[in-house]
């Protein structure tokens, strides 16, 4: 079956590698060309049709800042036919909003701003590019960004088709949140009469609901999913729901996948850990960061909001004793639940770390280090709790000198507790663990699920494609990367052609410059002794030093030979510059040549370095 220029976009793997160049926030005409090649790779066919782009940053709905989503809609045209894709982006590292997203919107379903984000971007690149209904629009994400398409997809009819690479699978209390006639449902189906009843209901139950209730969704959706990705370890723990045609592969085969760790979390301890994020997510959804002292610590945030340094905690301690009081109190009633949430990390530290170590994520030292560091911490939290235990009780006594020294014992376990985070993290980073746990990370990465898809000789790094030669007379393999050599090939013989024809420019202004200038002056030398010998009297005065005394002149004859225009030495000049621009396009030609040779049973090879041309 023949397929046409947009249907090899999600044929191939086009569509993964745009949605991992779309992270780097190129410009309209950087991203078109970045596709372009992309297509070339992946295809070996140039693509000749158009790109239009739109970023959210531009739009004129969707408020990037408020509520951390990132998009990019791509309106691409060719041959009559015409699709948009929207790219919906996933989690950025360095995007706090962003991140705290995932847990109380993205799990807990407390928000659906991006979600709804999603949907109204869409809908504003539908205007912005002044497309009908009967354009086919797709959805492509990434992590969160998969979730965000799937959510307004399934409910709205948002998009056509969705394609997901590692993605947050739908949460069923987001969809509840997002989804009223959803809602309506579940509402109906479990007997909830308060929305924040969905999280008694038992997990395997509402997961069950939720995919019969989507099952005719008319939403096309195909997902590429690593079993080593963390998302995919969680979605089933975690009640998450998987819809769609999912292609699954193993890309790291040493390892058993995050999966196979995260089943054996004991439920309860799961159960607790949803419960403190439905607080917190709660609370920061109604109030931020204020409300989420409130509720979880009891503290009042206005009292502490201007403390940013030792010095304005000592004056607030000296200047607002009531507030202190009352702040301490506050904690000290709240502080033990939220301890004993934490304390199941240290109760189930040997279960978590030690399955670590089994599959071969950590080594039995890191393991060590990470169970004594969370122990000292735990340890550290309960002399906390014991000394404002003593301050509370103390102050209540009455006694001023007994509540000075409770005060500043307390300061001094506070100190102590900051001194072992610092430790426990120094120690931690010195171990190495960090480092043994980033294969986790880049299970979730684009590039390592694109180089499980990949055979032969052909590999991803970064944003490029590499091709691996078997090495030279039994050699070591050699590594060439052809994104950049494509690139380098097109652009350098692009730049050699420009040169020449500005080399070429400069060759026929200065001739002409050079030549109607020394015309001119000819000119103007023959007409001037024209003039003195047709009226020779007429310059009587100025000859009057080149006849004797006594003497008239009758007749001037000048005998003056004007030389032919010579510029030799710049046509050395020009030639040296064209040879340059020869020798560097020969340079360019032999690098071409010698990686050909290195790669000869790529037959489309050859052709895609005289395609990239067209670029």
Not at 246 to 261: A, H, M, V
Not at 358 to 375: A, L, P
Not at 381 to 401: I, K, P, S
Not at 499 to 520: A, D, G, P, R, W
Request: aromatic share 10%; net charge negative; proline share 2%.
């Amino acid at each position: 079956m023949i397929l046409m220029s947009l249907e090899k976009i999600t044929s191939t793997d086009v569509w993964l590698r745009l949605v991992n160049t779309e992270y780097e926030n190129l410009s309209s005409s950087k991203l078109e060309e970045k596709f372009k090649y992309i297509y070339l790779e992946e295809t070996g066919e140039v693509f000749d049709g158009d790109l239009e782009v739109l970023h959210s940053s531009d739009s004129k709905t969707v408020d990037p800042e408020k509520t951390g989503y990132d998009g990019t809609a791509l309106l691409v045209s060719e041959g009559g036919e015409k699709e948009l894709y929207v790219i919906n982006q996933g989690t950025q590292s360095d995007t706090f909003v962003d991140w705290a997203y995932n847990i109380k919107g993205g799990y807990l379903g407390q928000t659906v701003d991006q979600a709804q984000a999603a949907r109204e971007f869409t809908l504003e690149a539908k205007r912005y590019f002044n497309i009908n209904d009967e354009v086919k629009v797709n959805a492509l994400g990434h992590s969160l960004g998969n979730q965000n398409g799937t959510v307004t997809g399934i409910s709205d009819g948002t998009y056509d088709s969705v394609y997901g690479i590692n993605g947050l699978q739908v949460s069923p209390y987001a969809q509840y949140t997002y989804d009223n006639k959803f809602a309506e449902a579940v509402n109906k189906e479990f007997g909830i009469v308060a929305s924040d009843e969905i999280y008694d209901i038992p997990k395997q139950d509402l997961v069950n609901f939720t995919k019969e209730f989507f099952e005719e969704s008319k939403v096309n959706i195909h997902q590429v999913i690593s079993t080593d990705d963390p998302l995919y370890g969680i979605t089933e723990k975690g009640g998450l729901v998987a819809l769609g045609e999912i292609e699954y592969f193993d890309t790291n085969p040493e390892l058993s996948g995050i999966k196979t760790i995260i089943d054996d979390i004991p439920d309860d301890v799961l159960k607790e850990f949803i419960d403190l994020g439905v607080v917190y997510a709660s609370a920061d959804q109604k109030g931020g960061i204020a409300e989420v002292l409130r509720q979880t610590l009891g503290v009042n945030y206005d009292y502490i909001k201007d403390i940013n340094s030792f010095p304005s905690l000592g004056q607030w301690y000296l200047l607002n004793q009531s507030e202190v009081d009352e702040t301490l109190k506050a904690i000290d009633s709240n502080l033990p639940p939220l301890i004993d949430k934490l304390n199941l990390i240290t109760d189930n530290s040997e279960v978590i770390f030690g399955r670590l170590f089994e599959e071969g994520y950590i080594t039995e030292e890191q393991k060590k280090i990470m169970i004594d560091e969370i122990s000292k911490l735990a340890q550290e939290l309960e002399y906390v709790q014991n000394a404002l235990t003593f301050n509370v009780d103390t102050d209540e006594e009455g006694r001023f000198l007994d509540k000075l020294a409770a005060d500043g014992a307390l300061g001094m376990v506070i100190y102590n507790l900051y001194n072992a985070y610092n430790d426990a993290m120094k120690n931690i980073k010195d171990s190495g663990i960090l480092d043994s746990l980033a294969s986790i990370v880049d299970s979730h990465s684009i590039n390592e699920l694109l180089n499980a898809r990949t055979n032969g000789n052909k590999t991803y790094v970064g944003k490029d494609v590499i091709y691996t030669s078997e090495g030279v007379s039994g050699g070591k393999p050699i590594k060439v990367n052809m994104s950049a050599a494509l690139r380098f090939y097109n652009e350098g013989i692009v730049s050699l052609e420009n040169k020449l024809q500005y080399i070429n420019n400069l060759e026929k202004t200065v001739y002409e410059e050079l030549t109607h200038i020394f015309n001119s002056r000819r000119s103007k030398i023959i007409s001037g002794i024209s003039s003195i010998e047709s009226s020779p009297r007429s310059y009587a005065a100025m000859l009057e030093e080149h006849k004797y005394m006594l003497m008239k002149i009758k007749e001037v004859r000048i005998i003056e030979t004007i030389p032919r225009l010579n510029i030799s030495h710049l046509d050395e000049d020009i030639e040296r510059m064209k040879k340059s621009v020869a020798t560097g396009r020969d340079f360019v030609e032999r690098y071409r040549s010698a990686i050909l040779q290195l790669f000869r049973e790529e037959e489309n090879l050859s052709k895609m370095f005289d395609l990239a041309r067209e670029i």
